[in-house]
C-alpha cells in the first residue's frame, strides 16, 4: 500500500499528505521546520512526528533559524525536558548545529536551487558535507518531501496533478 492509499481519509497522515507533501518549499524557516522533522522521525512512525508537530514548533522558536542558530546549552536543557518533542541529545544538537550552517549559507531555498538537479547520491554527499544527522534516508525523506526528488506521490494520486514541479 502506498503513502498515497493509506493516508486518504486518515485524520493525522491525510491533511499532510494532501496539502504539504512533495510541494516545493521556498521558505527557509519552512524549509528548516521540515529538515527538523525528518531527522526527528528517524527510528520513529512519522504519525508520531505529526502529532508533535506543534510542541515541535514551540520549542524551537517556530522553527526561526536565526533564532534556533542561537540557542544556547540552557535551551538544549530546556529541550532536553520538553516531553513534547523527542528528546534525543544528537537530534537536539543537530537541530541547532543545522541552524547555524542554515545561517552561514544565506539562504536553504537559495542554497537548495543552486545545486538542484542532483541525483540522490550527489544530493546525500552534499547534505553530509553542509549538514549533520542527514544520512541517506533522512536527506531523501526531506527532499521527497519538499519536491526536490520524485516519489511522494503515485501518477495516479489526485494531489499529484496539483503539485508544481521543480524545474
Known sequence: MSYCDFARGHPIHGPYH????????????????????????????????LRKRDAFREAYAGFDVARVARFTA???QRLMRNAGIIRNRKKI????ENARRIVALGSFAEWLAAHHPLS?????????NTFVFTGGEITGSFLISIGYLPGAHDKSCPVYKKIPRIV
Request: zero cysteines.
Open 18 to 49: 494532501d496539502e504539504e507533501y512533495g510541494f516545493p518549499i521556498v521558505d527557509d524557516n519552512q524549509l528548516f521546520e521540515r529538515l527538523v522533522l525528518e531527522i526527528n522521525q528517524a527510528g520513529l512512525s512519522w504519525e508520531t512526528i
Open 120 to 128: 540522490k547520491d550527489a544530493w546525500v554527499r552534499l547534505f553530509r
Open 93 to 96: 544538537d543537530a537541530a541547532i
Open 74 to 76: 540552557r535551551d538544549r
